[in-house]
């Protein structure tokens, strides 16, 4: 399951290159965005995902505002109280982007953020696409992706599974499609519940869990420090350096496959101009090799996508989540 990104990726690429074509070695001549204060909000504990996804938009937008974004946290419900306060007393704030994920729409579908849905607020930007990834401990016993999928088949509560999500989450819903190739369901599955990536990464490297469904882009420090890692990655292909020696579970045998959109939105009473500023500056990153690098380090796929664009193609990603959160039993 999953979305295929390869499509988008391929027009991404045609498009860029066009662009560079076309810009030739001159620097783009974009404005700069005047937004008073920007902010963007993790809405967890620093080190996962979310701080990921925020840190993308510190750095990557730094030449294209007017001030530099400041990264903030509001942990609580893997994503809930931001989507909450977003929809009530800061629904008008156009000061203040968040990160989101495909994990984030999952949640509005099974009804973790209560009576909001996905044209509550309003979608500015990608961040680009990250994967799932199976990681343990560098010191693993598990040495391969086999190993785990032998240990869930044969004894699945002997394998303590975790990450930063619920159950229903798109951290859960990885583990629950690792347990049904490994012939189980689900509810066989031994898994712990986190509040962001950054406490399960945390609990990985204490011992509390062995196996982490993450995600490959935070995963880029821990790896490069030795402390972890990445069993398969639960992308199509594999992907580019530095992960491009790591396999896929595809090519490991077990057809499992996770695709995480990352980006941002606004609250949904955003006034147009502020609205405009953000996805503006979004847009001027997007045509800098600069932004792309920053994507590349950061182990995302530069899929970009801003404004209409982008709801169009949320509208389209909620029907699909739906229909696999059905088939899953997450929702009636």
């Not at 400041?70 to 809930?80: E, H, K, L, S, T």
């Not at 404004?307 to 989540?321: D, N, P, Q, V």
Request: proline share 4%; glycine share 12%; hydrophobic share 40%.
């Amino acid at each position: 399951m999953g979305f295929d990104i390869r499509e988008d990726h391929m027009n991404f690429k045609r498009l860029s290159t066009a662009l560079v074509c076309a810009l030739g070695f001159a620097a783009p001549a974009f404005a700069q965005s005047v937004i008073d204060h920007p902010e963007c909000v993790a809405p967890a504990n620093p080190g996962g995902g979310f701080d990921l996804t925020c840190r993308v938009a510190q750095t990557g937008l730094a030449p294209h505002v007017s001030s530099p974004v400041q990264v903030n946290f509001m942990p609580g419900g893997i994503g809930a109280v931001a989507f909450n306060q977003f929809n009530t007393n800061r629904a008008d704030d156009g000061s203040a982007i968040v990160a989101f994920s495909t994990g984030s729409l999952l949640n509005i579908i099974t009804g973790k953020y209560g009576a909001f849905d996905e044209n509550s607020v309003r979608w500015v930007a990608t961040a680009g696409a990250d994967f799932g990834a199976v990681v343990v401990r560098a010191d693993s016993d598990y040495k391969n992706l086999k190993d785990v999928m032998d240990d869930l088949s044969s004894d699945p509560q002997s394998v303590v599974v975790g990450a930063g999500g619920s159950v229903g989450s798109q951290d859960w819903m990885k583990g629950a499609l690792l347990m049904r190739e490994a012939g189980g369901t689900p509810m066989q599955m031994r898994y712990v519940a986190f509040d962001g990536g950054g406490d399960a990464i945390a609990a990985l490297l204490g011992g509390s869990i062995e196996v982490y469904t993450g995600d490959v882009g935070e995963m880029v420090p821990y790896l490069e420090s030795g402390d972890m890692r990445i069993l398969a990655v639960l992308s199509p292909e594999r992907l580019d350096a530095p992960f491009d020696q790591i396999p896929t579970a595809k090519e490991q045998g077990y057809n499992v496959e996770w695709t995480i959109l990352r980006g941002f939105y606004m609250g949904g009473k955003t006034s147009d101009e502020d609205y405009k500023k953000w996805v503006d500056a979004f847009n001027a990153a997007y045509g800098t090799e600069e932004f792309a690098k920053i994507q590349h380090d950061k182990g995302l796929l530069p899929l970009n996508m801003s404004g209409e664009e982008l709801s169009a193609s949320i509208e389209e990603r909620m029907k699909t989540l739906r229909e696999i959160a059905t088939e899953a039993g997450l929702v009636q």
